[in-house]
């Protein structure tokens, strides 16, 4: 799977869209997109997953570039709850069918 | 979406003892699931795929012998870390495909070897 790359750390204010970007240079034309979390001392938590559209959930936002280089996880109203650690995956079957490469992540936090 | 349970949450053992930890599936079935081990501050490291029915494939630098896999339903797969030791001291998560594109995690089961 390709890699990726993004920012160790990043800062949101309550209330405030938290926007995490991700680079994925190499990804390939049958690779997803998955954004997973993963709360102090939890498991990972599915967020969302695209392959070239936009995708939106319950969640999330998911924005990919039109040359699918990079993407953007936007949470529109941050809470203390969503400070975690962010993953961003490029997989062809997002770990349905193969395992997950876990990358160092973004560590969010939400700042009353 | 789908829940997979791990049991127990933590456990604390002796060092040279060995120590079980299970991986439910529990509103489906999982044919495949796969074992993670988390240090501090590090990110999740695929340790092993448990197959129902089949012998576990393990990561290269995984003893195959320490860390025993049973995947004996297609809702149960079982980690045993047999002879443990203060090394062996870490965050272990497993998780399982739900049936869509993505993979559904355990809570983890934090084991420290004394």
């Known amino acids: 799977d390709a890699k990726t790359t993004q920012p160790p750390s990043m800062d949101c204010a309550e209330g405030r869209a938290a926007n995490l970007p991700c680079n994925h240079s190499?990804?390939?034309?049958?690779?997803?997109v998955y954004w997973y979390r993963q709360i102090h001392s939890q498991g990972p938590q599915y967020i969302i997953h695209g392959l070239k559209n936009n995708e939106t959930n319950e969640m999330a936002s998911l924005i990919i570039t039109e040359d699918r280089k990079s993407s953007t996880l936007i949470l529109p109203h941050a809470t203390l709850r969503d400070t975690a650690v962010y993953y961003c995956?490029?997989?062809?079957?997002?770990?349905?069918?193969?395992?997950?490469?876990f990358g160092k992540g973004t560590k969010l936090s939400v700042k009353p | 979406g789908a829940v997979v349970s791990q049991h127990p949450s933590w456990v604390i053992c002796k060092s040279g003892t060995s120590v079980k930890i299970e991986c439910r599936s529990l509103d489906f079935q999982a044919t495949t699931m796969f074992w993670y081990r988390q240090f501090p501050k590090q990110s999740l490291m695929l340790m092993a795929t448990s197959n129902e029915g089949s012998k576990a494939t393990y990561e290269q630098g995984v003893e195959k012998d320490k860390f025993l896999i049973n995947h004996a339903s297609l809702t149960l797969s079982t980690l045993t870390v047999t002879s443990a030791h203060p090394e062996d001291s870490s965050f272990y998560i497993c998780?399982?495909?739900?049936?869509?594109?993505?993979?559904?995690f355990g809570q983890g089961t934090r084991l420290t070897v004394v």
């Open positions: 190499t990804i390939s034309g049958n690779e997803y």
């Open positions: 998780s399982a495909p739900g049936g869509g594109t993505e993979a559904f």
């Open positions: 995956i490029v997989s062809v079957y997002g770990g349905s069918q193969g395992n997950l490469i």
